[in-house]
C-alpha cells in the first residue's frame, strides 16, 4: 500500500481541484473505474460518478477547501483519515472521517461519516 498520508493527501486534493479537466485526471488516476463514494447525504459510483459529487459540493460550498485533521492509518488496503472542509481564511464548518479501501493501488471504496455538520448544512 502507498503511504497512508500520501493517498488521504491525494483524495482531498480531488475534492479541492476546481479545474474539471485537471479533477477529471486525477480521479482517473486515483479511483479505481468502478470505485464507490457514499456517506450519509450522498453516493457516486466510478469516475462519473466522483466527479459529480465533487461538482455538487464545491457548489454548494464556494472557496471552501478540505484539509487533513490529524495523521491518517492504513494497514493493508484499509485507510482511515479525518478531514475538514471550511473557507480557506476561516474556521472549518464540517468535519468528518473517511474509511477507504484500494485495490490495485487505487480508491476501491470510501464510506465517509460526518463528524460536525452545522445545523443548515
Same mark, same amino acid.
Given at each position: 500500500?502507498?503511504?497512508?498520508?500520501?493517498?488521504?493527501?491525494?483524495?482531498?486534493?480531488?475534492? #479541492?481541484?476546481?479545474?474539471? =479537466?485537471?479533477?477529471?485526471?486525477?480521479?482517473?488516476?486515483?479511483?479505481?473505474?468502478?470505485?464507490?463514494? =457514499?456517506?450519509?447525504?450522498?453516493?457516486?459510483?466510478?469516475?462519473?460518478? =466522483?466527479?459529480?459529487? =465533487?461538482?455538487?459540493?464545491?457548489?454548494?460550498?464556494?472557496?471552501?477547501?478540505?484539509?487533513?485533521?490529524?495523521?491518517?492509518?492504513?494497514?493493508?488496503?484499509?485507510?482511515?483519515?479525518?478531514?475538514?472542509?471550511?473557507?480557506?481564511?476561516?474556521?472549518?464548518?464540517?468535519?468528518?472521517?473517511?474509511?477507504?479501501?484500494?485495490? #490495485?493501488?487505487?480508491?476501491?471504496?470510501?464510506?465517509?461519516?460526518?463528524?460536525?455538520?452545522?445545523?443548515?448544512?
Amino acid at each position: 500500500m502507498t503511504d497512508a498520508n500520501t493517498n488521504a493527501e491525494r483524495y482531498l486534493a480531488i475534492w #479541492n481541484e476546481t479545474d474539471a =479537466v485537471r479533477r477529471k485526471a486525477m480521479i482517473a488516476e486515483t479511483w479505481a473505474e468502478d470505485g464507490l463514494y =457514499v456517506d450519509p447525504l450522498m453516493r457516486g459510483e466510478g469516475h462519473e460518478g =466522483v466527479d459529480r459529487l =465533487v461538482e455538487g459540493v464545491q457548489a454548494r460550498f464556494p472557496g471552501f477547501r478540505f484539509t487533513l485533521l490529524g495523521t491518517p492509518d492504513g494497514y493493508d488496503d484499509n485507510l482511515r483519515f479525518s478531514w475538514e472542509l471550511g473557507p480557506v481564511d476561516g474556521e472549518a464548518l464540517i468535519k468528518g472521517t473517511d474509511f477507504a479501501v484500494l485495490e #490495485n493501488g487505487r480508491l476501491k471504496s470510501v464510506c465517509g461519516f460526518l463528524d460536525q455538520v452545522p445545523a443548515a448544512a
